[in-house]
T-cell receptor, first 112, second 112 residues
Framework: KQEVTQIPAALSVPEGENLVLNCSFTDSAIYNLQWFRQDPGKGLTSLLLIQSSQREQTSGRLNASLDKSSGRSTLYIAASQPGDSATYLCALVRGGSEKLVFGKGTKLTVNP | DAGITQSPRHKVTETGTPVTLRCHQTENHRYMYWYRQDPGHGLRLIHYSYGVKDTDKGEVSDGYSVSRSKTEDFLLTLESATSSQTSVYFC???????????FGSGTRLTVV
């Protein structure tokens, strides 16, 4: 069974800091990996999608990398802002399946 | 999110009553999913559909049924609601090309 782990569960940083959120998975036979953001009481917003043949994706201040051999993905947030405060979820689709499997998320707080 | 809507947004119901949640998409995506989100458990797959009248169970399907009579609509039914089904329910869609997921805004269901 594919398991997705996100560490830490919560993170608090001062505004302006660069930070890295981690996601690890047990099965390297993945089809793609997707990072989402969830604000309190809201739905999930897709941030970045990395196909299995790719190693990274970038969008603005966000950069996500994928290393299948080590079973890891990282989400890098540059120059963090209070508006980045949210829960960040990592999820992946395993090869041969169309189902998304989620980690439990990292709750990020960026303090002004 | 654009292209996917859930109804109702909030519902309070009594134990033992049937409840139906609706997911509607305008993207013509093949795959549709129902997830529930609970503290400590994250997002878990209830049921999914890979085409009209084609559905399958996820990891927490007991007590739930689904139907998909049209490409755009995916219904989740709780035949006899229980307090353990109090949760936030999310619908999602994806397509074969990249399996990138798009989520709805969620339905908050309370069973009293």
């Amino acid at each position: 069974k594919q398991e997705v782990t996100q560490i830490p569960a919560a993170l608090s940083v001062p505004e302006g800091e660069n930070l890295v959120l981690n996601c690890s998975f047990t099965d390297s036979a993945i089809y793609n990996l997707q990072w989402f953001r969830q604000d309190p009481g809201k739905g999930l917003t897709s941030l970045l999608l990395i196909q299995s043949s790719q190693r990274e994706q970038t969008s603005g201040r966000l950069n996500a990398s994928l290393d299948k051999s080590s079973g890891r993905s990282t989400l890098y947030i540059a120059a963090s802002q209070p508006g980045d405060s949210a829960t960040y979820l990592c999820a992946l689709v395993r090869g041969g399946s169309e189902k998304l499997v989620f980690g439990k998320g990292t709750k990020l707080t960026v303090n002004p | 999110d654009a292209g996917i809507t859930q109804s109702p947004r909030h519902k309070v119901t009594e134990t033992g009553t049937p409840v139906t949640l609706r997911c509607h998409q305008t993207e013509n995506h093949r795959y549709m999913y129902w997830y529930r989100q609970d503290p400590g458990h994250g997002l878990r797959l209830i049921h999914y559909s890979y085409g009209v009248k084609d559905t399958d169970k996820g990891e927490v399907s007991d007590g739930y049924s689904v139907s998909r009579s049209k490409t755009e609509d995916f219904l989740l039914t709780l035949e006899s609601a229980t307090s353990s089904q109090t949760s936030v329910y999310f619908c999602a869609i994806s397509e074969l090309e990249d399996y990138g997921y798009t989520f709805g805004s969620g339905t908050r269901l309370t069973v009293v």
